[in-house]
T-cell receptor, first 114, second 111 residues
C-alpha cells in the first residue's frame, strides 16, 4: 500500500483555470504538508497542517487554498492558475509534528500551466 | 533565516568510484537529514543525524554531522548506478522552525 498518495500525477491546464490536487496518507501521522519544487529542484514548504489545523502558511499567494477534511487528507486547490505556478507539488506527512523530522513524501504532481 | 548550501551541484562518476558530497551552513542545526530523490518520485529519507560529530552508516553510505552542527557530509563507497539521484540535505532548529532543504547534489553513476 502506498503510504502517501497524491493525485493526479500530471496536470496540464490553461492559464486562468482552477485545479485541485488531492493527497491522502495511511501512516496515521498527525502532520501533513505541501511542498513546491521548482525547475531547479529547490523544495520549499507552502503549508503545514497538524490534525486538521493550519500550522504553517508561508508567503504563498492566496490563490492557493489548502483544505484538510481529516488528518489523513490534505488537498490543495489553486485558483486562477498562472504560468509561474508550473512546478512539481509534493504532499508529505510526518510523525514527529512540528520538528519536521522523518518526512514521508508522495510521488508528486507535475503541474504545467500553458 | 537558516540556509543550507550543497556541493557539488552536479557529480558524474563511473561505477565503483568513491565520492563525497557536502551540506554546509553558517547556522547551527538541531539535526540534519539526508534524502535521495529519484526522477519522477518524492524524496526518501536516508538518515537523520542529531549529535555533533556523529557518524552513521547505511550500507555503502556514510553520513557525518560536523562537530559544530553546521555541516554534514555524505560519502558513498564503490558507487553503483542505483545510487543515481538527487541528494538533498535538510534541517531545522530545536523548535522545528526555519526548517529548510538544501538545493541538492545531482549524482549520476555511469555503468
Amino acid at each position: 500500500d502506498t503510504a502517501v498518495s497524491q493525485t493526479p500525477k500530471y496536470l496540464v491546464t490553461q492559464m486562468g483555470n482552477d485545479k485541485s490536487i488531492k493527497c491522502e496518507q495511511n501512516l496515521g501521522h498527525d502532520t501533513m504538508y505541501w511542498y513546491k519544487q521548482d525547475s531547479k529542484k529547490f523544495l520549499k514548504i507552502m503549508f503545514s497542517y497538524n490534525n486538521k489545523e493550519l500550522i504553517i502558511n508561508e508567503t504563498v499567494p492566496n490563490r492557493f487554498s489548502p483544505k484538510s477534511p481529516d488528518k489523513a487528507h490534505l488537498n490543495l486547490h489553486i485558483n486562477s492558475l498562472e504560468l509561474g505556478d508550473s512546478a512539481v507539488y509534493f504532499c508529505a506527512s510526518s510523525p514527529v509534528g512540528l520538528t519536521r523530522e522523518k518526512l514521508f513524501f508522495g510521488s508528486g504532481t507535475q503541474l504545467s500551466v500553458l | 533565516t537558516q540556509l543550507l548550501e550543497q556541493s557539488p551541484q552536479f557529480l558524474s562518476i563511473q561505477e565503483g568510484e568513491n565520492l563525497t558530497v557536502y551540506c554546509n551552513s553558517s547556522s547551527v542545526f538541531s539535526s540534519l537529514q539526508w534524502y535521495r530523490q529519484e526522477p519522477g518520485e518524492g524524496p526518501v529519507l536516508l538518515v537523520t543525524v542529531v549529535t555533533g560529530g556523529e557518524v552513521k552508516k547505511l550500507k555503502r553510505l556514510t553520513f557525518q554531522f560536523g562537530d559544530a552542527r553546521k555541516d554534514s557530509s555524505l560519502h558513498i563507497t564503490a558507487a553503483q548506478p542505483g545510487d543515481t539521484g538527487l541528494y538533498l540535505c535538510a534541517g531545522g532548529d530545536n523548535y522545528g522552525q526555519n526548517f529548510v532543504f538544501g538545493p541538492g547534489t545531482r549524482l549520476s553513476v555511469l555503468p
